[in-house]
DNA sequence: AATGCTATTAACATTTGTGTCAATAGGTCT
DNA sequence: AGACCTATTGACACAAATGTTAATAGCATT
């Protein structure tokens, strides 16, 4: 529950907003009792990067296992990505801890794996080259619209609806760069 | 010169190494001198992001305006995604302030209008959506690509060589989707 | 040389974030 | 009830970041 909090202030105040005083007020408790739980702030912060990275891949794996066509599969994976806190939870990390990264250790690297598994299954006898460069498209992608997708949108003059065809749109374009 | 030390600070220490004492200390010189300069902290730090967009702004349009062919404009867009630099500033602004993006006002707008003239007349009499759509592919996943195209790499267990050619790869793929 | 301006500095002051501690309250087990 | 454990709190202590001020130095203009 402190920790769902704690998620929000990193949405609406970014990472300063992640203080144990803040924190703690938005809870209505002692920032003590904080303390006492974390071990220390920066623990404290940990938990949460912990936490959020364990839902998004939670979110990820359910998007993947769920009996979806392959098109639709990618409109969720961008709706998923384009969550606030999901793309905030990237970023945060790719600002604070170069070495490390949600997607490429533990149960994540298992989940890539797994997507890969699908797609090179779907590309029969293809090079296994094909079916990552694909992915790391269709991630790479969602990962930037979720990032700065709502401002593209607004300086390329796209309206609304468009905007949110396009996940559609990359989910019929993709297979195509299977055939050729 | 003081911004660009607290640049290199941004991306050695993320937010965090934005602090006046610790860039007055990089620059050899008095904290209360940048207060004077700036303002505030805040104020050197606002000062920063303005001066980080604009030399991604001007990146961007270097690429553009050169002669270069279409495909290699693609690897060119990815290449100066990936730069250090770049792909915290965006993260940063993704954190920092939802509100106002690098992406979506001032020259920047300009930039990617100037793109959509570009590719809209390369695909000529098509739809319009058709060049945006392209567009929002390739830059979101530039984007994404600079973000956490490492960690991507990494749990996908592609080859450093490999990934190097993913942006050629961009490059040779996204004309296909015009032509059909 | 005198004036005025800007840059710079050290020292201090304030604010904010973090951590410690002793005291209290509530629960569980024997 | 008594012993024990954990959660919680307020008060304080410490550290770090920010901001203020008075003094100094350099430099251009008159």
Redo the contacts between chains.
């Keep these: 529950m402190i920790l769902v909090i704690a998620g929000k202030r990193?949405?609406t105040h970014?990472?300063?907003g992640l203080n144990i005083k803040d924190i703690a007020q938005d809870a209505g408790i002692n920032h003590g009792t904080l303390l006492h739980h974390f071990g220390s702030a920066e623990g404290m912060r940990t938990a949460l990067l912990t936490n959020l990275t364990e839902a998004l891949i939670a979110d990820m794996s359910a998007i993947l296992n769920s009996d979806a066509p392959a098109d639709t599969i990618f409109v969720e994976l961008f709706r998923l990505m384009s969550q606030?806190g999901h793309?905030?939870l990237?970023?945060?990390?790719?600002?604070?801890?170069a070495e490390y990264?949600?997607?490429?250790?533990g149960p994540?690297?298992k989940l890539?794996?797994q997507i890969?598994d699908g797609v090179t299954r779907r590309i029969q006898g293809r090079d296994i080259?094909l079916a990552?460069?694909i992915?790391?498209?269709a991630?790479?992608?969602?990962?930037?619209?979720g990032?700065?997708?709502?401002?593209?949108?607004?300086?390329?003059?796209?309206s609304r609806t468009?905007q949110d065809q396009?996940p559609a749109?990359?989910g019929e374009?993709l297979p195509?760069?299977i055939q050729?």
Excluded at 90 to 97: H, I, K, P, Y
Excluded at 139 to 145: D, I, N, P
Excluded at 147 to 158: D, E, H, V
């Design positions: 990193l949405e970014g990472i300063r606030s793309n905030k990237l970023a945060w990390r790719a600002l604070e801890d990264s949600p997607l490429a250790e994540s690297e890539i794996q890969l080259t990552q460069n992915i790391f498209l991630l790479s992608s969602a990962v930037g619209w990032i700065c997708g709502p401002a593209l949108k607004q300086s390329m003059g796209m468009q396009f749109w990359v374009q195509k760069l050729d």
